[in-house]
């Protein structure tokens, strides 16, 4: 039977039926506290803030102790690793001292014999700084600007490759500074008599230099210094006029290798009067500025080398168009990129994800993600490129955030040289050549010819059981939706009209 009860008529007894269920609330929490009920009349106010106060009671005794984060992993400051030391205890640092001293003596030799001299940077922030501060240092010591010059490399080269050493020797120089390059063992740099010197930080054997060549490396002595900031540190000592010139350069090259978190505290020299004449806000945007030519596709890394060397401070750069151009172009590319999702290994030792662009945007693609990715087993964060270079895969490796703190810490070159050894065909190591698994223990990569990258992946089993040693969230049963409330307030009060109509 419908019932035709009015909503005036359903107002009131609501509120009737209110007034009643009220009273008795009050008066039986009244007894339970030891009072008595004087019987005064309740008002809506009162019975709101009961029922208020009845519900909160009642969720907070429901509801459980929220579950605690897991802490972050603590990672030791960089500055703080330990150094070696030699036999009368003084630290082996930024290189040895035998290096460092022969590297000095090299530059001196070429100012004074006054010929045409080479500069070979790489092409990001720490090889043009340390490029940037030899070229400052030969002039300020009487070497003529005319007699030197730069050679940028091409667009996925290095110095090996023939077409480099011919460029290189067109130049006709008599004294060779490689800077920032890497180091393996080859031929000289170029086949025409020359001096080279090879100023270094990358991971290297003793004999991982070009034949005939000198050298200085920091790889052996931690904390690993920058290749900016171990030229600084030879050059500074043979002109007092170097810190004053470079010091900022120095910071420029520093940061971008080693990050703008870095603590410039022992054994790293004391920069707080550079950092007070030079903002650290300024040193970071040049180091973007400086990197993001090198990363665009047009590869306008001459750009780059031509602003940073006439410049005489960071705000010199804040504002070159073409600099701000290329930053523009990468950072849309890049975010891009990023949303890439990872796959794992079958061991859950390496995350990888895949790319198709035409910038450099894969270190940055790994390095964004190294320090998001958490899982128990994660050791690597490999991010690779289709699209770089025609028939090739570049990638780029980083050691990710939860992993930093291990002991033994990780290594990325052992990681890579161990996936390509344990593959079927014996052949693949070889295959995938001397531009795999280069530059540092925490931060490597290569380039290699697609079809050995894809036969690579086979050996980690990418995808197989992503499941475990992956970061994903665990998937579980869906919530069951709560039962609808079949007793409503006009279900009640139809219902007793009804009834009472009956």
């Given at each position: 039977m419908k019932s035709n009860i009015s909503y005036s008529s359903s107002l009131k007894l609501f509120k009737s039926f209110l007034n009643s269920r009220s009273s008795n609330i009050v008066q039986r929490r009244s007894l339970t506290h030891g009072h008595s009920w004087t019987g005064a009349p309740i008002t809506p106010k009162a019975i709101r803030i009961n029922h208020i106060e009845m519900k909160r009671s009642a969720s907070s005794t429901a509801k459980a102790a929220p579950r605690a984060k897991k802490p972050r992993p603590e990672i030791p400051e960089y500055h703080l690793t330990p150094s070696l030391r030699d036999e009368s205890g003084e630290a082996i640092w930024p290189a040895p001292n035998a290096q460092i001293e022969l590297a000095r003596k090299f530059i001196l030799e070429c100012v004074s014999a006054k010929k045409k001299t080479l500069i070979v940077p790489d092409k990001d922030a720490d090889g043009l700084s340390s490029g940037a501060i030899l070229q400052k240092t030969l002039v300020l010591l009487g070497l003529e600007p005319d007699l030197i010059s730069a050679h940028l490399l091409q667009k996925g080269s290095n110095i090996h490759d023939e077409r480099e050493r011919a460029a290189m020797a067109a130049y006709e120089p008599e004294y060779i500074f490689v800077l920032d390059q890497g180091s393996r063992k080859s031929p000289a740099v170029i086949d025409a008599p020359h001096r080279a010197l090879v100023i270094d930080h990358h991971w290297a054997l003793e004999d991982d230099f070009p034949s005939g060549a000198e050298h200085v490396t920091a790889c052996n002595s931690p904390p690993v210094a920058t290749s900016s900031l171990l030229t600084y540190h030879i050059c500074s000592a043979l002109d007092e006029r170097v810190r004053g010139t470079?010091?900022?350069?120095?910071?420029?090259?520093?940061?971008?290798?080693?990050?703008?978190?870095?603590?410039?505290?022992?054994?790293?020299?004391?920069?707080?009067?550079t950092f007070k004449t030079y903002t650290r806000k300024a040193v970071n945007d040049?180091?973007?500025?400086?990197?993001?030519?090198?990363?665009?596709?047009?590869?306008?890394?001459?750009?780059?080398?031509?602003?940073?060397?006439?410049?005489?401070?960071?705000?010199?750069?804040?504002?070159?168009?073409?600099?701000?151009?290329?930053?523009?172009?990468?950072?849309?590319?890049?975010d891009r990129c990023a949303r890439a999702a990872p796959r794992f290994s079958a061991d859950g030792r390496v995350a990888v994800l895949r790319v198709r662009s035409a910038a450099?945007?894969?270190?940055?693609?790994?390095?964004?993600?190294?320090?998001?990715?958490?899982?128990?087993?994660?050791?690597?964060?490999?991010?690779?490129?289709?699209?770089?270079?025609?028939?090739?895969?570049?990638?780029?490796?980083?050691?990710?955030?939860?992993?930093?703190?291990?002991?033994?810490?990780?290594?990325?070159?052992?990681?890579?040289?161990?996936?390509?050894?344990?593959?079927?065909?014996?052949?693949?190591?070889?295959?995938?050549?001397?531009?795999?698994a280069r530059g540092h223990k925490e931060a490597s990569g290569g380039i290699v010819p697609t079809a050995e990258f894809e036969e690579f992946l086979e050996v980690l089993e990418v995808g197989r059981k992503a499941d475990e040693g992956g970061s994903q969230k665990k998937v579980g049963r869906k919530k069951e939706a709560a039962p609808k409330q079949a007793n409503t307030l006009m279900n009640y009060f139809g219902k007793k009209a009804s009834k009472d109509g009956e």
């Open positions: 470079c010091d900022w350069l120095c910071a420029v090259g520093t940061h971008g290798d080693l990050g703008n978190a870095l603590k410039w505290e022992p054994p790293f020299p004391d920069m707080r009067s040049v180091v973007s500025l400086i990197n993001a030519p090198r990363r665009a596709p047009s590869y306008d890394v001459p750009g780059a080398w031509a602003a940073l060397t006439a410049a005489s401070s960071p705000s010199d750069l804040l504002r070159n168009p073409a600099l701000l151009s290329a930053r523009a172009e990468v950072n849309t590319e890049v450099q945007v894969h270190p940055v693609v790994a390095t964004r993600w190294a320090g998001t990715l958490r899982a128990p087993r994660l050791e690597v964060v490999l991010a690779a490129n289709d699209g770089y270079l025609p028939g090739l895969v570049n990638f780029s490796c980083r050691v990710p955030r939860c992993a930093r703190a291990r002991e033994p810490p990780v290594n990325i070159i052992e990681v890579l040289e161990d996936v390509a050894g344990r593959a079927p065909d014996p052949t693949l190591r070889a295959r995938l050549g001397s531009s795999f």
